[in-house]
């Protein structure tokens, strides 16, 4: 009878940990590995950015009177037209445009025909909000990439096979991912990818393959990737070797970039 209670015991403190302690175990893993640009991200959401800069800033409203004909997206390169030095981008967040356009009489003409004016934040959001969103709003631009050699042929791939859905802005985690270890993709940045992979040529492997030898052969990372919703695709048959050294350049790249 004893050992009877004893082993239902240990079934019932097992049923609680899978129902209360995986959850709570989640939310912690998610809240350790935030950074500057999931939170920029929220804050983008809650100031209402992606209302006229559309879904994740990608897609802009159209804009009838202004020059462009649109609000301008953020990604595809469309901000590097509006930005011509480093602080510009936080001022147009801050202010609605930088002081250097605020002087130019042309700009103000143009900003004045258009439908939707970019709205002024300062004050409306803090200062470390505003420093989140640029740092956001920089990696979803492409402001902050490899210029050239493989690293940035590394970078169009990614962008290409619409990695980044997955693993984040500029790879910076956050996809929620039910059914795995900790809930969510990991990024390519911080002490997930380091756990997860030793090597650039496990990196090959996961690319090629969707997963690395080592794991298969842990039981507990088996259990986990078997039931979790969204699994990493191989890519063997779609790209050539040449260009999976590009993607691991890439990754060296971002991975030697200042801690987020």
Same mark, same amino acid.
Request: hydrophobic letters at 40%; charged letters at 25%; one cysteine or more.
């Given at each position: 009878?004893?050992?009877?209670?004893?082993?239902?015991?240990?079934?019932?403190?097992?049923?609680?940990?899978?129902?209360?302690?995986?959850?709570?175990?989640?939310?912690?893993?998610?809240?350790?590995?935030?950074?500057?640009?999931?939170?920029?991200?929220?804050?983008?959401?809650? #100031? @209402?950015?992606?209302?006229?800069? &559309?879904?994740?800033?990608?897609?802009?409203?159209?804009?009838? *009177? $202004?020059? =462009? %004909? +649109?609000?301008?997206?953020?990604?595809?390169?469309?901000?590097?037209?509006?930005?011509?030095?480093?602080?510009?981008?936080?001022?147009?967040?801050?202010?609605?445009?930088?002081?250097?356009?605020?002087?130019?009489?042309?700009?103000?003409?143009?900003?004045?025909?258009?439908?939707?004016?970019?709205?002024?934040?300062?004050?409306?959001?803090?200062?470390?909000?505003?420093?989140?969103?640029?740092?956001?709003?920089?990696?979803?631009?492409?402001?902050?990439?490899?210029?050239?050699?493989?690293?940035?042929?590394?970078?169009?791939?990614?962008?290409?096979?619409?990695?980044?859905?997955?693993?984040?802005?500029?790879? #910076? @985690?956050?996809?929620?991912?039910? &059914?795995?270890?900790?809930?969510?993709?990991?990024?390519?940045? *911080? $002490?997930? =990818? %380091? +756990?997860?992979?030793?090597?650039?040529?496990?990196?090959?492997?996961?690319?090629?393959?969707?997963?690395?030898?080592?794991?298969?052969?842990?039981?507990?990372?088996?259990?986990?990737?078997?039931?979790?919703?969204?699994?990493?695709?191989?890519?063997?048959?779609?790209?050539?070797?040449?260009?999976?050294?590009?993607?691991?350049?890439?990754?060296?790249?971002?991975?030697?970039?200042?801690?987020?």
């Amino acid at each position: 009878m004893r050992w009877i209670l004893r082993l239902a015991l240990i079934v019932l403190l097992a049923a609680a940990l899978v129902r209360y302690g995986k959850p709570a175990f989640e939310a912690w893993s998610f809240r350790r590995q935030e950074n500057p640009i999931q939170r920029g991200a929220r804050v983008a959401a809650a #100031a @209402g950015c992606f209302g006229c800069h &559309g879904p994740g800033g990608l897609r802009g409203l159209k804009n009838p *009177g $202004s020059k =462009w %004909g +649109d609000v301008p997206s953020w990604a595809g390169g469309t901000a590097m037209m509006f930005l011509t030095e480093p602080s510009d981008l936080e001022e147009y967040i801050r202010f609605g445009l930088p002081r250097r356009k605020r002087r130019n009489p042309e700009t103000l003409a143009q900003v004045e025909k258009a439908a939707i004016v970019m709205p002024a934040y300062e004050g409306r959001v803090s200062d470390p909000e505003i420093r989140d969103l640029v740092r956001y709003v920089a990696a979803v631009s492409g402001i902050d990439r490899p210029k050239d050699g493989p690293a940035a042929q590394g970078y169009d791939l990614v962008q290409e096979n619409a990695c980044f859905s997955c693993h984040g802005v500029d790879g #910076a @985690g956050g996809v929620r991912n039910p &059914g795995s270890f900790k809930g969510y993709i990991p990024g390519w940045r *911080g $002490s997930d =990818w %380091g +756990d997860l992979v030793r090597s650039d040529a496990e990196i090959r492997q996961w690319i090629n393959d969707g997963g690395i030898t080592r794991w298969e052969g842990n039981r507990l990372a088996r259990y986990f990737s078997g039931r979790q919703a969204l699994r990493m695709p191989a890519y063997r048959k779609y790209l050539s070797p040449a260009q999976v050294d590009q993607i691991v350049a890439y990754l060296a790249w971002l991975r030697a970039r200042p801690s987020l």
